[in-house]
């Protein structure tokens, strides 16, 4: 339903010295080159809720997010390609002066929004009872069949069995269920969560496993935060104009930075072991830099 080119799964390797000298390679996963603007990973976690409406008769689909959520946008284009109307929540009050980035771009796609106090956007079942017509999606694509977009996602990699390491970023958890779905027994599922202290996510991932799962190879990391959800340090600035020189791998500072940051530290402290193979899962999410002032970054 929703096009993705083959060539984006033939993982990229990357040769930073940093992991050379250890003799670890490392692949990238680009999902950041399946759409300039929608994030790669929300592209596989909407395939199946598509599907799903689609089956189920829905004309109409509602989700939701905050003023910068890359699920807001890319569910407003997903929806506008299969021809399905969209409605997207919107957490805290509308700024009608400097209207997002993000929802401008939701609206071009055809989206209509409703903006909600923070007080009532947590009150989920009160807001979709208000709209029985509408297919609802949670927020970032969260679920079952979110999850299984993910695990498509690293199915469908020629080799997959041979890393011993797979990272990527972590929000609601959802790619990270999906991964660790389609993870081999041998292979060691890292998530670097990209918020403070949300240490509800290993209950949240799960939640959202299949029941036969007995799979337990995995971990969250909660020291990469920088701060907390879309905070970023000089640091990690810094790291991120390193990193594209040295691979030529642009990231976003909300999600995929924080991960490969965590991808080098770990290396260094030596957490992971020497001839180590690993899979970066380059989740997308670069729209999110122009956010920043320009010339921060060199790419
Ligand atoms: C949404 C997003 C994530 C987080 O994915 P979850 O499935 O919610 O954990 C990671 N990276 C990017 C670029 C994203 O946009």
Redesign the pocket.
Known sequence: MLFIPSSIFQPQSIHPIWAMQKNITIDVLRTDKVHPVI?G??WF?LQHHIKDCQLKGYKKLLTFGGAYS??IVATAFATKIADIESLGIIRGEENTLTPSHTLQQARDYGMQLTFVTRENYKDFNRIVTKYPEYYVVKE?G?GIL?AQG?MDMLQKIPNNKDYTHIFT????????AGIIQAAKPHQKIIGISVMKNNHSLLEAVSKILKKKNSYKNYSIDHEFHFGGYAKKTKNLINFMNNFYEETNIPT?FV??AKAAFAIRTKIELGEIPNYSKILFIH???LQGNLSLPQKTLVY
Do not use: I
Not at 169 to 176: E, H, I, N, R, S
């Open positions: 994030s990973n929300k976690k890359n699920h970032g969260y979110g993910a970023a972590v929000g609601t958890g959802t790619t990270l976003d999600y995929t989740t997308g999410g």
